[in-house]
């Protein structure tokens, strides 16, 4: 074996999953979203031949696992074709939806084997989500489509970020466990994306887990291929250029992550907060259960 085959062997036997960003558009507009995702941003120039391939290069690399984010997935019109093609290929799925609004069609494929939910949820109290999600409506949306996922029996995983100054957490997760939600995470809210430009921040890998590149990777809307969807401004590649192997093999994407400070002892919550996606698959040891384990919330 060659020295650069060795390395991207090493490379690709540490990545556990792969966030593809199947859209750039979202119904909300989120204050602290990582992707600066909205009703007004681009679903991006990613075919739906484009993310085949993609994901048929990720199980050929023997990545187990996909998760599905955007902005909004629910958006994509291929969505059921991409979970479809990911679970022929034997690969984990997971659906990261703000569940404001899923199309009747969508519930069928969310309840297949093998595939699970994450989404987010902030308050227990309509006004104060919806300050964060800037969409009146969604907060009512969202946790019906909790309730009505818990009683479909969908493994679900809900992230809270702390984004106000004092946020209804506490209560929130009370009221998620009173919906039957037994996966909750809580994580606060990074400076990239959108709460960077808020802050007056430059995104800095000081807001990263240290999972990224190492566990993780994500692909946006666009093809550029990253550590994760919080390490945006760190692009390894395109996959509308390059193939994944070669990406995954370039010195470029070592030096992005050797760039990256080594994952710290703690993870949840002292991890991503994404949209929140916080705590992807990756990030939690006892990711190895299969259906995807209570981890807390997701990416």
């Not at 120039?45 to 996909?66: H, K, R, Y």
């Not at 466990?177 to 995104?203: E, F, N, W, Y």
């Amino acid at each position: 074996m060659t020295t650069a085959s060795s390395g991207l062997a090493q490379t690709v036997a540490t990545i556990r999953s792969v966030e593809l960003e199947v859209t750039g558009r979202c119904q909300l507009s989120c204050t602290h979203c990582c992707t600066d995702s909205g009703p007004g941003s681009s679903p991006g120039i990613m075919t739906a031949q484009n993310w085949l391939d993609v994901i048929t290069d990720i199980c050929e690399l023997g990545i187990p696992s996909v998760q599905f984010i955007g902005g909004e997935p629910t958006l994509s019109p291929h969505l059921p074709s991409y979970i479809d093609h990911a679970l022929r290929l034997d690969l984990k799925v997971e659906v990261y939806s703000n569940l404001t609004h899923v199309r009747p069609g969508l519930w069928s494929a969310f309840t297949r084997p093998g595939v699970c939910l994450a989404t987010s949820y902030y308050s227990d109290q309509a006004d104060q989500h919806e300050q964060i999600t800037n969409r009146p409506g969604s907060h009512r949306r969202t946790r019906a489509n909790i309730a009505e996922a818990v009683r479909r029996g969908i493994p679900l995983r809900v992230g809270i970020v702390e984004v106000l100054e004092g946020q209804r957490v506490d209560q929130a997760q009370e009221e998620l466990r009173s919906l039957g939600v037994c996966s909750i995470q809580v994580d606060r809210a990074r400076k990239v994306g959108r709460a960077a430009a808020a802050a007056h921040t430059i995104p800095s890998t000081s807001e990263l887990c240290g999972r990224c590149f190492r566990q993780r990777m994500s692909i946006s809307p666009d093809g550029a291929v990253s550590g994760c969807i919080l390490s945006r401004f760190l692009v390894a590649g395109n996959v509308r250029e390059q193939r994944l192997v070669d990406i995954l093999a370039s010195r470029r994407w070592q030096q992005l992550a050797d760039a990256v400070p080594r994952p710290r002892n703690a993870c949840p919550p002292d991890d991503s907060g994404d949209c929140d996606p916080a705590n992807t698959p990756a990030c939690d040891p006892a990711y190895d259960a299969f259906p995807f384990p209570s981890m807390g919330a997701a990416r």
